[in-house]
């Protein structure tokens, strides 16, 4: 739904990143308000646990020092037909677990609420998180019933 994999002439390029780091909080926590802020609104939103949200923007983006410049993208999100992108250099992980350089356009949002609120709707909407839907009021089940559908 939000990873559509075949770009055309239609998608707009914006920029070649290479990484960007997030400030932490003023707080004793590693984890940026702003981050516990839009993981929160979107649970409100989307119904997907704060925590699930927050554990998926540490892995995904390293705690927030992985994540292409000028993306407000710290999941990793590619951009389909017709969304801006950056260009960003991960690693793919192939079918035999080989880690390969590849050179990928990664969605920009507008902001990171707008990026955690999708995030949450594809958590949300996508036919392959329907099991652990079924667990969102149980965020352990949920990050257990994620397992092997979470990202490519």
Do not use: C
């Not at 927050?54 to 992985?66: F, P, V, Y």
């Not at 192939?94 to 590849?102: G, M």
């Not at 920009?108 to 958590?123: G, I, K, N, P, T």
């Amino acid at each position: 739904m939000l990873n559509d994999s075949k770009l055309s002439n239609s998608v707009n390029r914006v920029t070649i990143s290479s990484g960007v780091n997030a400030k932490p909080s003023s707080s004793s926590s590693s984890v940026p308000d702003a981050v516990i802020q839009a993981a929160q609104t979107a649970q409100r939103k989307w119904k997907v646990p704060a925590s699930i949200t927050i554990a998926q923007w540490m892995l995904e983006s390293g705690s927030g020092k992985r994540m292409p410049s000028h993306s407000n993208n710290p999941f990793g999100i590619k951009a389909g037909r017709g969304q801006s992108f950056v260009l960003a250099p991960p690693h793919e992980e192939t079918k035999d677990h080989k880690l390969i350089a590849t050179i990928a356009p990664f969605r920009v949002f507008s902001s990171l609420d707008e990026a955690f609120d999708q995030h949450e709707r594809l958590l949300a909407m996508h036919p392959a998180y329907r099991l652990a839907r079924q667990s969102m009021n149980d965020p352990d089940a949920y990050a257990d019933a994620s397992t092997g559908a979470y990202a490519s």
